[in-house]
């Protein structure tokens, strides 16, 4: 009786022990199947939708180190020397040829009497390096420039073209703004400016990423929100009529 007894009790445990290893298996398979979704909840907003680091981002090179001020020195002597042909030609409203006849005059002053040095003491003439352009890097640059140029004419035609309108007019606006900017400061201003924002914001994004990126998904949200508001009330009701004259 008692073996007898014993077959019921284990025949239990075996089903008991079944079923705790189904749940255990539909509780894996669930935690796996919600992987993918809690990693997608928990993906953080970067700004212009970035997934690499900063520094990659800006190229990765010298140049990047450069902008985010990896080395102070080159850093600082970039900088300085921005600032310094500013000064020249805003302030002191120095001009570009007269600079470089200056710099090549003072050049060849100097060179042509050190050459001639050793007629008057014993020094030996300097060695003058002889300079030539590679034809490879003007060809790149010029393969480059020529590449940016075609991809600009491409979305300007694609613009003028009215197949996007929110397109059209987020350039205009630009555009706008732009000539705007075009008159408080020359072109040459401009470009300082740009040269500074380039050495200030990268570093300073980098170094409070978190709190950008969390004020600008806050921003785009809204941005978002607005631009709904005023598709529904007016470019739906512009974009209509254009969609009517092209089937036509």
């Not at 100097?110 to 352009?133: D, G, Q």
């Not at 590449?147 to 009215?162: F, Q």
Request: aromatic letters at 10%; hydrophobic letters at 45%; glycine letters at 4%.
């Amino acid at each position: 009786m008692a073996d007898h007894a014993g077959e019921p009790e284990s025949l239990l445990e075996k089903i008991a022990r079944h079923d705790d290893d189904l749940l255990s298996s539909s509780d894996s398979d669930s935690d796996d199947s919600s992987k993918p979704f809690e990693a997608s909840k928990s993906k953080i907003f970067r700004l212009f939708g970035r997934e690499q680091p900063v520094h990659k981002v800006l190229g990765g090179g010298k140049s990047a180190d450069v902008v985010l001020w990896r080395n102070k020195k080159t850093s600082t002597v970039v900088l300085g020397g921005a600032t310094a042909l500013w000064v020249l030609f805003e302030l002191l409203e120095y001009h570009l040829v007269t600079l470089v006849c200056h710099m090549i005059i003072l050049s060849l002053t100097i060179l042509f009497f050190w050459s001639n040095a050793p007629t008057f003491i014993k020094k030996s003439p300097p060695c003058i390096p002889e300079f030539r352009l590679p034809e490879n890097c003007v060809l790149e640059v010029a393969s480059t420039v020529r590449i940016e140029i075609n991809r600009a004419l491409a979305v300007l035609r694609d613009i003028a073209s009215g197949r996007n309108l929110k397109t059209f007019l987020g350039v205009v606006a630009g555009l706008w703004i732009l000539s705007l900017v075009g008159k408080w400061c020359n072109f040459l201003t401009l470009i300082y400016i740009g040269f500074i924002l380039l050495h200030t914001l990268p570093v300073l994004y980098e170094k409070y990423e978190d709190q950008v990126d969390s004020f600008a998904e806050m921003t785009v949200a809204e941005i978002n929100k607005q631009y709904a508001v005023f598709d529904a009330k007016v470019l739906s009701k512009i974009s209509m009529p254009l969609k009517d004259k092209k089937k036509d």
